[in-house]
């Protein structure tokens, strides 16, 4: 099973300034199989991106994601004050098929 | 647009079997596009993907959760459930299902949620 880990585990920024936010597999994940997505308090998770870099429907540009391998970063580039939430990336593994997500990053106002 | 709705007991006593109905609307069920899933997340944690299954019945578990866990499919009633046997404490969590994507690998669209907890 591939583990995956996110970093930091809490991040405290203001809002306009930039985010990074990191996942780090335990074996190579392909590209097309990794996902982000966002949690507000009492609110299931929304899909931000997928396919590593591709912004789902309605994301706004300031939501970009990257990296290969076993290297992932989603950042924001402004935050905005609804950006303060819980953040976690996602990865397909096809042997055996199975589904991980990451332990989360919490983002919140400084 | 999709929407799914999860239904089912609150509260489950330990050891016995937890039930769970997710209800799809504005879509089939049996349209090939999705496997229908179960994600829970206990409080104050993580997700966790319990498994999913195809309109044609294939299912697809976690293995930490294999030996315990039953996906099934309705899609006379465009439905699906889950059971979770020989429950404990640690089985308290926000149960969501979810349609996944598997061309995309990502969930597309969420139920809202239920809490369920173990205790007698």
């Known amino acids: 099973e591939i583990v995956l880990t996110q970093s930091p585990g809490t991040l405290s920024l203001s809002p306009g300034e930039r985010a990074t936010l990191s996942c780090r597999a335990s074996?190579?994940?392909?590209?097309?199989?990794l996902a982000w997505y966002q949690q507000k308090p009492g609110q299931a998770p929304r899909l931000l991106i997928y396919?590593?870099?591709s912004r789902a429907t309605g994301i706004p540009d300031r939501f970009s994601g990257s990296g290969s391998g076993t290297d992932f970063t989603l950042t924001i580039s402004r935050l905005e004050p609804e950006d303060f939430a819980v953040y976690y990336c996602?990865?397909?593994?096809?042997?055996?098929?199975?589904?991980?997500f990451g332990q989360g990053t919490r983002l919140e106002i400084k | 647009q999709v929407q799914l709705q999860e239904s089912g007991p609150g509260l489950v006593k330990p050891s016995q079997t937890l039930s769970l109905t997710c209800t799809v609307s504005?879509?089939?069920?049996?349209?090939?596009?999705?496997?229908w899933s179960w994600i829970r997340q206990p409080p104050g944690k993580g997700l966790e993907w319990i498994g999913y299954?195809?309109?044609?019945?294939?299912?697809y578990y976690n293995p930490s959760l294999k030996s315990r866990v039953t996906i099934s499919v309705d899609t006379s009633k465009n439905q699906f459930s889950l059971k979770l046997s020989s429950v404990t404490a640690a089985d308290t969590a926000v149960y969501y299902c979810?349609?996944?994507?598997?061309?995309?690998?990502?969930?597309?669209?969420w139920g809202q949620g239920t809490l369920v907890t173990v205790s007698s």
């Open positions: 979810a349609g996944y994507d598997s061309s995309g690998a990502k969930f597309d669209y």
């Open positions: 074996q190579s994940v392909s590209s097309s199989y």
């Open positions: 996602q990865q397909y593994g096809s042997s055996p098929p199975g589904i991980t």
């Open positions: 504005g879509g089939s069920i049996s349209s090939g596009d999705y496997y």
């Open positions: 299954i195809y309109y044609s019945g294939s299912t």
């Open positions: 396919g590593a870099s």
